[in-house]
């Protein structure tokens, strides 16, 4: 019997154009999520722009990554739960990054509330790519609430040189409200990674 050497892995996509994002890249197909949070007049509070890239280890920018978000209402109640029942605003929204000229990923949504105390608000973010064994879960948190950052204990058990990898700038544009928030998936400011 002879030996056969260790078979090749695959990664993950880039198959989000064709799959998870169609609309976006002008597929005839429908997308069951957008770049817009569903239900987002229920959402309460006010409306901002979250916006940023996924860049490689050279800092490059990744034309075919996907990311998710999901996020609490303003009043800090996530879909789902007895909280928010009557809600229509489902906290979820999905973005490619290869329509955008800048290959940005760019979302509409209601800046979060705190869901419990001692937490700070904060957006969930899920990062799909090519290259990718699996999607890499991370947070967004936002520049103005340094006070409830300060005391949110998933913030404080990252080391404290790489905090600001998971702090979204405040910009105030012809847009409204956008917080800018680069995801780095390797190198020096590479952002922090949860396991899920």
Known sequence: MTSRGQTPSQTVGPYF???????QYG??????????????????????LVEGRVL???????????????????????PGT???????????????????????????????????EGQAPHINVIVFARGLLSHAYTR?????????????PVLARVPEARRGTLIAARHETDRGVVYRFDIHLQGASETVFFDV
């Not at 005839?28 to 999520?33: D, F, W």
């Open 17 to 23: 154009a064709y799959g998870l994002t169609p609309e």
């Open 27 to 48: 597929y005839r197909l429908k997308s069951i999520a957008h770049p817009t949070v569903g239900g987002l007049e229920a959402g309460g509070g006010p409306r901002i």
């Open 56 to 78: 490689d280890g050279n800092g490059d920018p990744i034309d075919d990554a996907m990311i998710e978000i999901w996020q609490a209402d303003a009043q800090g109640r996530y």
């Open 82 to 116: 007895d909280k928010a029942a009557n809600s229509a605003f489902n906290g979820f929204a999905r973005c490619g990054t290869g329509t955008d000229k800048d290959k940005r990923f760019v979302f509409e949504t209601v800046k979060p509330g705190a869901a419990d």
């Open 140 to 152: 967004l948190y936002f520049a103005d609430e340094e006070e409830a950052n300060a005391a949110d």
